[in-house]
């Protein structure tokens, strides 16, 4: 197989079989062999030379013996040199399959991605990451399948995910509680779902032990299902943030439960989902998931991004306002003409107060409506060790819920196992594996809520460095505005890899790879390349020799025998005579018909043999071998 690359010499024309290409191949070689024979015929023609031609389709043995019988003569040479070419010719098809290069290419068809579910893996990983480093981003884009569809499929098949997915509809209902704003309500029993709506909630504890909650009350903005909080609070309320996950989203399975408290968030597995601990605290990154809630028979399929962006700074090294502003107007937009809004401005103000008074700062916004529940919040953050400041954070979290299907099954789900109060099924890329029995709040009648699922994802980082105090460090514009740029993408990838494992993999369509058979430019060129000299060296020979020399053996052995009243041609024999074996007295004969071939020097007895013409009695060794084959013309002299 060739290394070399070029347009030329690539594998790039297919064929639909590798029988296909053998064929070509054994055509061209078996052409050039045929070429190779034609010439040498056309040489001996041209030096009378019919003992070698007769060697050409001797096997090797009989050369070896024709040439050590000649010596150093013209014959031999003819017959050795045609016996090394011929032998070379032969091998064309091995040239022809050695420059392949790679001799197959990769052609694609889409199939539905039922029809590979015998190939999906026992036990496919759910959790798949994302590196957006800006050395390839230019490249990144086109292996976004590859990426988001490894640990699918079993090794061997050739798959990339695809953004066809029949998403269906999401059914949404009305609110069941009014005082309950920025969720999607999915039935009037009260089943909903919706972005933390605590995330800014925290505590710290005196003296004696007694827990303080922190006050940050909330506000309904205009009587709109959106609210806000905005409030400065003690230092030492700041530790309860940072050990809270970004983006968790809170299931509300029923009216009854809200009323108590029995709310439950979905949370990052802590066995495999590295967001349990990379959700806490600072770092910029994405979480992308796609979840299910199945309530009896209705399953609703929920997509969900969390951003989050932070600056980190030393206690001696203060955010300075310059950098606080970018980056708060950095992550408002990836459009510079949309990074003038008001509300940037109170927030820098908050956070350098903050700074300066030794408190820290928190404000945000959460509401939704119908298929979507939203929420973002900016928090300054300086946590503290025996009253001295440790470090400064200012982070951004932008979390959006949206309700991508809704739809009725067969089956309800059945209880994982038995719990004696309220719980809910957890699985983990359409499994199973486990329930929150053993946190759930305790006290409540048994009641088996129903299943949620995390069915796939994503985590992306490299947008920024989160532990810097620089603004166009903490985040990387280039990076930032790709992954804007590429949300939707990486959203309906997701959505297909979570609909094989966990929905119903025949609403999602594949782009499959097949192996296919090719040949190249240059094969083809000389593959031509042997028909052409095939087919000049069969119509010179034609023209520039007699019958003798362009026919074979056969045609040869019978031109002297008068057959029924005619002699035959050195051609093509269109009605072969029936030639045989006859055993008689002086040995086996061969015979035509009924006549026999060959040189007799005495009187044998053909008495066995029912003989129309004999050749006459001549002594063998007074016939030249062109006597009988060739025309006076060309009789040596």
């Not at 030329?8 to 061209?28: C, M, P, R, T």
């Not at 590979?116 to 490249?139: C, D, K, Q």
């Not at 790709?482 to 890899?497: E, G, I, Y």
């Amino acid at each position: 197989m060739l290394s070399i690359s070029s347009p030329f010499v690539d594998s790039s024309i297919s064929v639909e079989h590798n029988a296909v290409k053998a064929l070509i191949f054994a055509s061209a070689q078996f052409l050039l062999a045929f070429s190779v024979l034609k010439c040498f015929s056309l040489i001996a023609s041209f030096w009378n030379l019919f003992a070698s031609y007769l060697m050409f389709t001797e096997d090797p043995i009989q050369n070896f013996y024709f040439l050590r019988s000649r010596g150093l003569s013209g014959a031999s040479f003819v017959a050795f040199s045609f016996a090394c070419i011929h032998t070379a010719a032969s091998l064309y098809g091995t040239l022809l399959w050695g420059l392949d290069a790679p001799g197959y290419i990769l052609k694609s068809e889409h199939v539905n991605a039922s029809q590979l579910n015998g190939s999906l893996l026992e036990s496919p990983s759910y959790i798949n990451y994302l590196n957006l480093r800006p050395e390839i981003l230019s490249t990144i884009e086109q292996t976004l399948p590859s990426i988001i569809g490894a640990n699918l499929y079993k090794p061997g098949v050739n798959f990339s995910l695809t953004a066809e997915v029949v998403r269906g509809h999401g059914e949404y209902t009305k609110s069941t509680n009014p005082r309950a704003n920025g969720r999607v309500w999915l039935d009037s029993e009260g089943l909903s779902v919706s972005v933390d709506n605590n995330c800014m909630t925290s505590y710290m504890t005196d003296d004696t032990g007694h827990l303080i909650p922190l006050v940050c009350p909330m506000k309904t903005l205009n009587e709109s299902s959106t609210f806000e909080f905005d409030c400065f609070f003690n230092n030492t309320f700041v530790p309860p943030l940072l050990t809270v996950q970004s983006g968790q989203p809170i299931v509300y399975w029923d009216d009854v439960s809200d009323r108590e408290d029995d709310s439950r968030y979905l949370k990052p597995d802590r066995k495999r989902n590295i967001w349990a601990s990379f959700g806490q605290g600072g770092g910029t990154a994405t979480m992308k998931q796609v979840f299910t809630v199945t309530r009896g028979m209705r399953r609703h399929t929920f997509i969900e991004t969390t951003s989050r962006f932070t600056m980190l700074t030393q206690p001696r090294v203060p955010f300075t306002t310059g950098e606080v502003d970018d980056f708060l107007r950095r992550t408002w937009s990836v459009n510079a003409t949309e990074r003038d809004a008001p509300i940037l401005t109170k927030i820098h103000n908050s956070i350098m107060s903050a700074q300066t008074s030794k408190k820290s700062y928190q404000t945000g916004f959460m509401g939704g409506e119908n298929i979507t529940s939203t929420g973002v919040s900016w928090q300054f953050l300086t946590p503290e060790s025996d009253g001295d400041p440790i470090y400064s954070l200012i982070r951004i979290s932008v979390t959006n819920i949206t309700l991508i299907r809704s739809e009725s099954l067969e089956d309800s789900p059945q209880p994982w196992e038995p719990c004696d109060t309220t719980f809910m099924n957890l699985a983990y890329g359409g499994v199973v594996d486990d329930t929150d029995c053993a946190t759930a709040k305790q006290g409540q009648s048994p009641r088996f809520f129903g299943q949620v699922d995390t069915a796939a994802v994503l985590i992306v980082y490299g947008i920024g460095d989160g532990r810097s105090n620089i603004s166009s460090v903490a985040v990387d514009e280039t990076v930032f505005q790709w992954a804007v740029n590429n949300s939707q993408k990486v959203d309906d990838l997701l959505l297909a890899r979570a609909f094989i494992v966990s929905i119903d993999p025949s609403l999602v369509t594949l782009e499959v790879n097949i192996f296919k058979q090719a040949i190249s430019y240059l094969q083809i060129c000389l593959v031509l390349l042997a028909v052409f000299f095939a087919g000049v060296s069969y119509t010179a020979l034609q023209v520039l020799s007699t019958p003798h020399w362009s026919n074979s053996l056969l045609a040869n052995l019978l031109a002297p025998v008068d057959v029924n009243g005619r002699k035959l041609d050195p051609g093509y024999i269109k009605n072969v005579p029936r030639i045989s074996l006859r055993a008689g007295t002086i040995g086996t004969v061969t015979t035509v018909e009924d006549l026999v071939l060959g040189f007799v020097t005495g009187g044998p007895d053909f008495s066995t043999i029912n003989v129309k013409h004999v050749i006459p009695n001549q002594d063998t060794a007074s016939l030249h071998e062109a006597d009988h084959f060739l025309p006076h013309d060309q009789l040596r002299e």
